[in-house]
């Protein structure tokens, strides 16, 4: 087992240049996780390969863990991190017209990316 001093010698915290990589938000459903066609994460009913270019997190970094022979090891890697939304187009359209809906949507999806993925998330 590392002790706290060994582990944070051993965290790079190095941005990887020129990374960026994505992360799709969908409702759960029975299609591929991989996929191309996903369940709307706006409305939650309608299957969709429409994907709306939501926000970059800058500098993003994520701790990674690795075993190998019982011993772990600990990584940290920094990159951009691309945040693209499932958005059927009966949402999209509203999204575009409805200035409430669209206010209320994105405090959603903010809302929803400092619980589930980036807790300093500022917003959009």
């Not at 990887?16 to 996929?35: A, C, Q």
């Not at 997190?57 to 994520?62: F, G, L, S, T």
């Amino acid at each position: 087992m590392s002790s706290p001093i060994q582990l944070n010698s051993i965290l790079s915290d190095k941005p990887i240049p020129g990374i960026t990589k994505n992360k799709s938000l969908f409702v759960e459903s029975e299609f591929p996780k991989e996929g191309w066609i996903q369940i709307c994460f706006i409305c939650a009913l309608e299957p969709t390969s429409h994907l709306l270019d939501y926000n970059t997190i800058k500098n993003y970094k994520r701790i990674t863990q690795e075993t190998t022979n019982g011993s772990s090891n600990f990584n940290m890697n920094t990159y951009n991190l691309n945040i693209l939304i499932h958005s059927c187009r009966r949402c999209s359209q509203k999204l575009k017209h409805d200035k409430v809906f669209n206010k209320n949507i994105k405090r959603y999806i903010n809302k929803h990316i400092c619980t589930n993925i980036y807790p300093d998330f500022t917003g959009r």
